[in-house]
């Protein structure tokens, strides 16, 4: 997996949603909603370039030790970033029955932590071996 190419199609696809949620929602959502999409778009944001250190660090020889981390903030951003967009939207998209949105977005929040260890202790493993 190029994760130079998924981070850059993951960090415009935050932009997009950004800009959309500015420009477009705006008119459509509560102030609590829309600070609750920018939330899910800022967090988006932020493991998008973190997919590109780890993009960065495949580039340099370190393939196998940032795989891990790489599956673990993309899954992040699919259900932290991901349920926080339907769940800031729900008005407008009518599934304000889906209960089960709920308990998706902090399963996101430990993906995140846990690729952000997985990244510390394969540097440190890696470190350690030199």
Do not use: D
């Not at 981070?7 to 949603?17: H, P, Q």
């Not at 370190?62 to 951003?77: D, H, N, R, Y």
């Amino acid at each position: 997996m190029n994760l130079i190419k998924v981070s850059a199609i993951s960090g415009a696809l935050a932009v997009v949603l950004g800009a959309f949620g500015a420009h477009t929602l705006k008119q459509h959502l509560t102030p609590e909603q829309l600070q609750t999409f920018e939330t899910g778009v800022r967090y988006h944001f932020y493991h998008s370039l973190a997919l590109l250190g780890c993009g960065m660090l495949q580039l340099m020889g370190f393939e196998k030790q940032v795989k891990t981390p790489a599956i673990l903030f993309l899954s992040g951003i699919l259900f932290f970033s991901g349920s926080v967009y339907l769940l800031a939207t729900r008005s407008l998209l009518h599934i304000e029955n889906w209960s089960w949105l709920g308990p998706v977005t902090p399963i996101g929040g430990l993906f995140f932590i846990a690729g952000w260890l997985s990244l510390a202790f394969a540097t440190y493993s890696t470190a350690s071996r030199k």
